[in-house]
């Protein structure tokens, strides 16, 4: 099992930048997969990106390709999700994720979540 806690939210102005930390317990981390996800008011949760067990393959959902970068650091056994040119449209409760390393760097069969931390972007 692993346990995971979101932190690095807050409240940032169109243009700005943000970076979500992912801190999970235990020493099994490398063990798994992660992803990012977002969930707006009234709005279904979003699949942003995943990132493999190594850090050597990532992906990115088109909505932030090329502005949000994800990444690990195994040994702090934390998870990134750095966001650049921040739109109002990405205020939501972020959420990180993990599963098992064999399977796919996708939107599914995740199962382990934190929290969420609250982005709200300003226009």
């Known amino acids: 099992q692993v346990q995971l806690v979101e932190s690095g939210g807050g409240l940032v ?13 235990g020493r099994t981390f490398p063990s798994y997969n992660m ?7 009234g709005k279904e949760r ?7 067990w190594s850090g050597g393959t990532t992906y990115y959902a088109d909505s932030v390709k090329g502005r949000f ?6 040994a702090k056994n934390t998870l990134y999700l750095q966001m650049n040119s921040l739109k109002p449209e990405d205020t939501a409760v ?3 994720a993990a599963k098992g390393r064999l399977y796919p760097l996708d939107a599914h069969e995740y199962d382990y979540w934190g929290q969420g931390t609250q982005v709200t972007v300003s226009s």
């Open 69 to 74: 970068t994800i990444s690990r650091d195994n």
């Open 46 to 52: 979003e699949f942003l990106s995943a990132i493999s």
């Open 35 to 41: 992803g990012w996800f977002r969930q707006a008011p």
């Open 13 to 25: 102005q169109a243009g700005g930048s943000l970076r979500l930390s992912c801190a999970a317990s």
């Open 94 to 96: 972020y959420y990180c």
